[in-house]
Every structure is written in C-alpha cells, then in structure tokens.
C-alpha cells in the first residue's frame, strides 16, 4: 500500500541469497558447480527487471491503487448517472461553501499582513477608560516619536477628503494623509517613482503625492510618466512622485486613492487635544510588547498636565492584525463552523446513500472477493469516509482537515501562535 | 526441478493466488524465497511455476500489508537467507481466503464439471 521502508541494497541482498541457496541445492541434486549456477541464474529469470520492480513497486503501486480505485469509481458512475449525480452535488455544495468560507478565514485569520516582517507592527493609540482605542494627537504624535525607544519606527496616518479637479470635472476623493516614515515602517516600496524624502513631511513641505496602484491604472491608463504630472487637489497643484505596488493594501485606508504627507496641518490639528490621528509603530528587535507598553504609558504619564481632559490617558499597543481583522474573526470562525458541519453532513449523506445502495450490491461483492486485492477495494468503497475521499479526488476529506485544522488553531492559542506569528504578541 | 519442466503444462496464477499459496506456504514455519518457491512447485506438481522477480515482490507486498515479517538468518546449509513467517494477521488472512477460495471453487466447479469430482476437493 505505501511506499516500503526497505532498501533496495537489501532486495539486492535477498535475490543473491535466492540465487545461492537454488545453486546448492541443484549441485546437491548432482549437477556440477558452474552448471549448477547457471541453472539457478536462468531459473531467477532476469535479475535486473525484478529489482527494477522492486524499485517501482514502492514508487507506483500507491499511484497505481489510485488510478484504479478512480476507474472503478467512474464506471461505477457511468452505471449510475443519477446517483452519481446526486453525489456529486451534494458534495460540490458541501466543498464549495467550506472553501469560500475558508477563502475569508485565510486572508482574515491566518495569511500574515501582506509587509515586511509583520509580526512586529503595532498599532499605537491613545486609550482612556470608555475607549481602549483612541486617535491620538498631531503633538502628542511627535512627542511620543521623540521620547520612546521601544519603536524603531512610530508613524501616524489619517483620512482626508478632496476635490480632485481634472479637464473632465470635479469630483470629490477620499486620500489617506500619512506620515513620511509611513511605507518605510510597513517595508513597502513604490512600484515605479521614489517614497516620500525625509524632509518632505515637515510642515510646510512641497505638494507632493503617491498613487494607488489602481489610482493609476484607471486615472492615468498605467502610464510611465504619470510620475512628474501634477493633479489638482481643493485647487492646489500636487506632483506625482510615485507609485504603490500592485500588491499593496492597506484596510484602514478602503478606497483612498492617493497617498499625501502630512506636511499641513488644519488649525485644530495643531492642538494636543484634537484627537485625529492613527498611529502605527514598529518595534525594535528584542522589545516586547510588555516592554513597549510599560514605555508608552510612562510618557503618556509625562504628557498627561499638557492635555485638558481630566481623566488619565494611557496608550494602546496591540498587534496591526489585531486591529485591521477586528472584530471579524468570531463572526468568521461561526461561518467557518457551520461551513464544516455542512460539508460533514454532506459527506454524511453521501455515505448512507452509497451504503444503501451497497444493498443491491452484495451478489457482485459476494463473486468478487475470492480474487485477490481487488476485493479490498470493492468492501473500501462501500464505506462511507472512503467513499468520500476516493470518488471525489480526495477534496472533501482535505478540506475537513483544512477546516478543523483552521479551527483548531483559532481556539487553541498555542496552535494559533506557532502557525500564525503575525497574530502572536512576539514571534 | 527448477528448470522450467514442459512450459505448455504450466498455467500462469489468477491474480492474487500467489500471495494466498505463499501465505500457505508459510503456515508450517519459517521459509526464505527460494524455499518457498520451491514448495509452490513441487506441491502443485510442478504445475505452476513461480516467476521469481513476481515472487519477491509478492513476498514484498505482504510484509507491507504485515501479513508475513521478514529477518535475516542463516539456512541450515549455513547461507544467509531472509526468512518469512506468517503474522497472526497474515494467519487470519489466510484462513479467511481459503474459506472464500474454496466457496468459489466449488461453485465454479459445479456449473463447469457437473458432480465429477467430490464435495471439497482441492484444485
């Protein structure tokens, strides 16, 4: 059935033991040594073959039960079309629902953020006690990226709301203003152009703007020198310095199109207590999140006279991921529930309806088991898990794997970490 | 005799005998390859022929399926021999095809030899 654990030195081994022994014994029945030998190698037939098959054996006999058992399914369902029929819908929809609703639970749940180094992104925010996640403030963004020394890297991004003026007509956009280090932190690089230069952030900094990838596509048909144009936005004149790679995504940002530096600030942004800005940091190697955390809230302590609220101001650090799936995953992890139960009850039922039908089958089993291993497969296919993993190319019983592998992880925390280090608190 | 007697009296195995004569075979004790196939033949009145490379990948199969173990030992003229011995599946395997071989036998023989030869008889 598998491959064997045997060598193919020992089978060498084992035929030149054959061949010595049916040597001896013809020279024992008075046959001379040499004639004796050669009657044992032409008895043997051709020693070469048979190791050549033994080599094959192990590799082609799992491939060669296979394609068999899948022959015989199939004129089992040429025999009968409405069965097969019926089957195969039921295990289509079963399969079908489980790997849509898998589909959401890989890219919400366990695909890594699509940066660099994931697991060491942060989403860093004020909190206070009736919001455990609060925007934070252009100053307190600043002082927060001078005093700490837990983030290699701590920058802010906000949305901003424009009026895009082309030859064609106005319309109003929707762009993310982020700070300069904002890409540099993810680890993600323009796909044509240049990222924001240092300078360009500071207040009072030149209009300049990056493109979404798809910004580009539709807006500019994809063209190499888009980069260098100017657009108007609420009639002032931004230069296109870039654009995002085609993989780029980033979910707080939804729709925005274009990318500026936050390098003016709106009169109220400039006060501590004008809380706009969502901040996001990355850790230095070897500080934990414990550590981060311990940091932040003291210089939130240190800044906490400068605020006019009269409550205390902690901070928030929790994982990027956490933040940008949210509140979805128990939702996703019911779907995904109910999606296996499906695919359960499907297999379940096509499993009674084969062995029902195995009823009308027991004369044909009767004559066939006496011959050999075909019999084996005939009894497999009556039963119902084989059934489902055979007639179906496997897909369903994988897929059940997948599916409570998936869940599995998502209750067990231990599991959950070691697969999926981005959701960990430290990889 | 080994060599091959008279090959128009020989019949090729059904698929699947070999591996229920080898478990026969083996029922008495312990044998290497070569033994085996010899006690195939001369049992069958050197009817069958036992093709050696088909033999060794027979006797390869059922240690897979660990209906017989193998291990090396020594022949009683002092060879170094790999010896096969039944499994208390590979017994409970044997007993089961018997059983089923001989049901159908028996009914082939029905319908093909009338009542010639007696109830139970061997092929």
Redesign the interface.
Known sequence: ??R?K?SEK??A???Q??L???A???EAEGLSRDEARR??R?????VA??EE??HL?GRI?WLDNLVRDLKFALRQFAKNPGFAAIAILVLALGIGSAVAIFAFVDAALLEPLPYANPSRLMAVNESSPSSPRWPLSYPDFVDWQKMNRSFSSLEVYTYGGYLLREPSGAESILAMRVSGGFFRTLGVHPAIGRDFLPGEDRLGGPNVVLLNYRTWMNRFGGQQDAVGRTIDLDGTAYTIIGVLPRTFSFGPAGNAEFWLPINSLSPHEHSRDFYNFLGVGRLRDRVNLTAARAEMSSIAKLLQPQHAVRFQLGVSVVPLSAVMVGDIRPVLLVLLGGAVLLLFIACVNVGSLVLARSESRRREIA?G??????ARAWYNSLSPRDFCSRCSDAAPVSQLRLGSFAFSAAWFPGIWRRTCPSSGASS | MTTRPTPDDRIALLQGTLDLLILKTLIFGRHHGQGIARAIQRQSEEVFFVDHGSLYLALQRLEDKKLISAKWGLSENNRKARFYSLTAKGREHLAEKTTEWQRLTRAMDLILGGARLPEGEEV
């Open positions: 059935m598998f064997h045997r020992d089978f081994d084992e035929v033991a054959h010595r022994l049916e001896d014994e013809l009657r044992a032409v008895a043997f037939g051709n073959a048979a098959r033994f054996q006999l004559v088991a006496p011959w050999g291993p075909r």
